[in-house]
């Protein structure tokens, strides 16, 4: 167990575990979270519940151990299978759980019959304040806002001062702005505690904005763990680049490496069109595919002259809509890209559909990953 300068002992949660849930689905994972946020991340029904379920106790694999710091939760070699109330975890679910007779106060309280009084309002008075809800104690969960149940629900969970903290994505429902001012506040309140949180989310956004560590989970296997930038920056496998809101992955044929410049060439699928790319793992003849963000794709009316970006493919514009405050062009440039814009960009350069364009791309934006399972690279 870490310490930190302010004296607070780091937990460390350790989880190996196999278990079948179906004959067609097996939760094979490997992984060791530090205190503060691990992210976890992946397609709906990869296992993200279930490997939450297991950690909790209610559900038990088949093989495997779970620790947390010197405690074992569960060892299926030596028949250690801790119930659920004494491995002292919180667990806030998607629908919150909140009892909808009783109070606010009483919601809290729920966990500690067995303190004194004193203590038991003391605690929760604590729990009220770091969430900035004492003005609720006595109102129901059907008198007060969405986000105000979701703090409930956490003052819930931590109150009992757990040793880990399991969100099985309680902040879905919230915008933005709500669930930062939530994650903050929950952020603070770790940094006196450091606990480990595993945070079930499927934006990539939460992930940036609040984890320390992420976990990509895909068909109950760990396909990546890292930092958030190591992650999901430059993600090494498609399926991590669609989390991380690579929009546009594609195929491509590796022609050249040059290894003394750190790139390659890859010529796009039934064009004469090619893509200077970061040298990757594949050899020159190889199919792979390349992953790029809408976002760092720049859009031209003329061929450019005197970038430092290395690409430039012709293209004509296949649709534009609006969402929100950005619009989205559609080209046609050997294969189809998307492009986000601004609505003043799109009128400063007269976009329609149907016009020529050029669209230019870094080196560096152009990721090479693995292709997921079932996608078969041309």
Same mark, same amino acid.
């Given at each position: 167990?870490?310490?930190?300068?302010?004296?607070?002992?780091?937990?460390?949660?350790?989880?190996?575990?196999?278990?079948?849930?179906?004959?067609?689905?097996?939760?094979?994972?490997?992984?060791?979270?530090?205190?503060?946020?691990?992210?976890?991340?992946?397609?709906?029904?990869?296992?993200?519940?279930?490997?939450?379920?297991? &950690?909790?106790?209610?559900?038990?694999?088949?093989?495997?151990?779970?620790?947390?710091?010197?405690?074992?939760?569960?060892?299926?070699?030596?028949?250690?299978?801790?119930?659920?109330?004494?491995?002292?975890?919180?667990?806030?679910?998607?629908?919150?759980?909140?009892?909808?007779?009783?109070?606010?106060?009483?919601?809290?309280?729920?966990?500690?019959?067995?303190?004194?009084?004193?203590?038991?309002?003391?605690?929760?008075?604590?729990?009220?304040?770091?969430?900035? +809800?004492? !003005?609720?104690?006595?109102?129901?969960?059907?008198? &007060?806002?969405?986000?105000?149940?979701?703090?409930?629900?956490?003052?819930?969970?931590?109150?009992?001062?757990?040793?880990?903290?399991?969100?099985?994505?309680?902040?879905?429902?919230?915008?933005?702005?709500?669930?930062?001012?939530?994650?903050?506040?929950?952020?603070?309140?770790?940094?006196?505690?450091?606990?480990? +949180?595993?945070?079930?989310?499927?934006?990539?956004?939460?992930?940036?904005?609040?984890?320390?560590?992420?976990?990509?989970?895909?068909?109950?296997? +760990?396909?990546?763990?890292?930092?958030?930038?190591? @992650?999901?920056?430059?993600?090494?496998?498609?399926?991590?680049?669609?989390?991380?809101?690579?929009?546009?992955?594609?195929?491509?044929?590796?022609?050249?490496?040059?290894?003394?410049?750190?790139?390659? +060439?890859?010529?796009?699928?039934?064009?004469?069109? !090619?893509?200077?790319?970061?040298?990757?793992?594949?050899?020159?003849?190889?199919? @792979?595919?390349?992953? &790029?963000?809408?976002?760092?794709?720049?859009?031209?009316?003329?061929?450019? !002259?005197?970038?430092?970006?290395?690409?430039?493919?012709?293209?004509?514009?296949?649709?534009?809509?609006?969402?929100? @405050?950005?619009?989205?062009?559609?080209?046609?440039?050997?294969?189809?890209?998307? @492009?986000?814009?601004?609505?003043?960009?799109?009128?400063?350069?007269?976009?329609?559909?149907?016009?020529?364009?050029?669209?230019?791309?870094?080196?560096?934006?152009?990721?090479?990953?693995?292709?997921?399972?079932?996608?078969?690279?041309?």
């Amino acid at each position: 167990m870490a310490s930190r300068e302010n004296g607070v002992r780091d937990a460390v949660l350790s989880v190996r575990v196999a278990y079948r849930l179906s004959s067609a689905f097996k939760l094979e994972a490997e992984l060791e979270t530090p205190a503060g946020f691990t992210m976890l991340l992946g397609p709906s029904g990869c296992g993200k519940t279930t490997l939450l379920n297991c &950690i909790a106790g209610f559900v038990q694999p088949d093989a495997g151990r779970i620790t947390l710091d010197a405690r074992v939760l569960f060892d299926a070699s030596s028949g250690v299978n801790m119930p659920v109330p004494e491995r002292h975890l919180g667990y806030v679910f998607q629908n919150l759980a909140l009892f909808p007779h009783m109070t606010v106060e009483q919601n809290i309280q729920y966990g500690l019959v067995k303190l004194p009084a004193a203590e038991r309002r003391a605690r929760m008075m604590a729990m009220l304040e770091s969430f900035r +809800i004492p !003005h609720l104690l006595a109102r129901k969960p059907s008198q &007060i806002s969405g986000g105000e149940r979701q703090r409930v629900a956490l003052a819930r969970s931590l109150v009992t001062n757990p040793a880990m903290l399991l969100l099985d994505e309680p902040l879905s429902a919230l915008d933005a702005a709500s669930k930062s001012k939530i994650l903050d506040d929950l952020r603070e309140w770790n940094a006196a505690h450091g606990i480990p +949180i595993l945070y079930v989310t499927h934006s990539p956004e939460e992930a940036f904005a609040v984890g320390e560590h992420v976990v990509i989970l895909q068909s109950g296997r +760990i396909l990546s763990q890292g930092t958030p930038q190591d @992650v999901l920056s430059k993600p090494r496998h498609e399926t991590i680049a669609q989390i991380a809101g690579f929009e546009n992955v594609f195929d491509a044929t590796v022609k050249s490496v040059n290894e003394a410049h750190g790139t390659m +060439i890859c010529q796009l699928p039934d064009s004469r069109a !090619h893509l200077e790319v970061p040298l990757g793992w594949a050899e020159p003849g190889a199919p @792979v595919r390349i992953a &790029i963000r809408a976002g760092d794709i720049i859009l031209a009316t003329e061929q450019p !002259h005197g970038l430092s970006a290395r690409n430039a493919l012709r293209g004509k514009i296949l649709s534009m809509r609006r969402e929100g @405050v950005m619009t989205i062009v559609m080209v046609e440039a050997c294969a189809v890209f998307e @492009v986000h814009l601004t609505p003043l960009s799109v009128d400063d350069l007269k976009l329609k559909e149907g016009a020529q364009v050029w669209l230019v791309i870094k080196t560096y934006s152009c990721n090479l990953v693995q292709p997921s399972p079932g996608t078969a690279v041309q």
